[in-house]
């Protein structure tokens, strides 16, 4: 059985908690916050960057709920009624504008406060996976990503700094599906004692690995993981194992 557990507090003792999920603050820059969210807002706020953040980076998604914000439209109720055309132009920043603009609607179709309160009770996964995959713009990593910071469910997020850093690790292929991921994850953290604490920052954590060494391009020689790597040793991690 691999060891995350391991490389959890690895991480947890160089990069220490991280607080996520980023919220929007009065004005421009982001703020965080730990657990579940305290409002009904800050669950859509989540909900709406979770979609925003696809193919993009996180800069780019604080820049789209800034317009959102500024110009007072950053609520279920708004993005609802306005046009798709100028939602569209709001949150422009975040690239595939007019997409989003589509997803962001269902989603705010889709997650009313009725609807997130109930989803809120419920704890069966596989239920609310199959409630939340069923809307148009909802994948896998966009899912998971709302399950567990907006509703604190214990879904282990898997995006692509997770791919990369734990098949050069070796555990792993890369190429494996989402759902063989998820499997190791969950499989591998079934003792991890508070899930949704330890799945929401290790994701968190695994992101700002990947940014300080596991780069596209890594720092392996500065890397506090380097002894156990087998992409240092080898170069090359997993493929399709
Ligand atoms: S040693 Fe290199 S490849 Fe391995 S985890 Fe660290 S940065 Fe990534």
Known sequence: MADLLKIYKKFYDIYGPQGW???SKKKTHARHHSGAPQCYGDRFEIIIGA???QNTSWINVEKALHNLKKNKKLGRNFIIKMTR???????RPS????MKALKLKNAADFFS????AALMQCNDLNYLRSELLAVNGIGPETCDSILLYAFAKPVFVIDAYTRRIFSRLGFIGEKLS???WQKFFMDNLKNAGNKTAVFNEYHAMIVAHAKMYCRTKPLCSECP???N???????KGCLNS
């Open 51 to 53: 979609i925003l953040t």
């Open 225 to 227: 993981l380097k002894k």
């Open 21 to 23: 999920w980023p919220l």
């Open 178 to 180: 989402y759902p063989e």
């Open 229 to 235: 790597c087998r992409y240092r040793q080898t170069g």
């Open 85 to 91: 055309k100028k939602l569209a132009k709001l949150i």
């Open 95 to 98: 690239g595939y504008f007019n």
């Open 113 to 116: 406060p009725v609807k997130s």
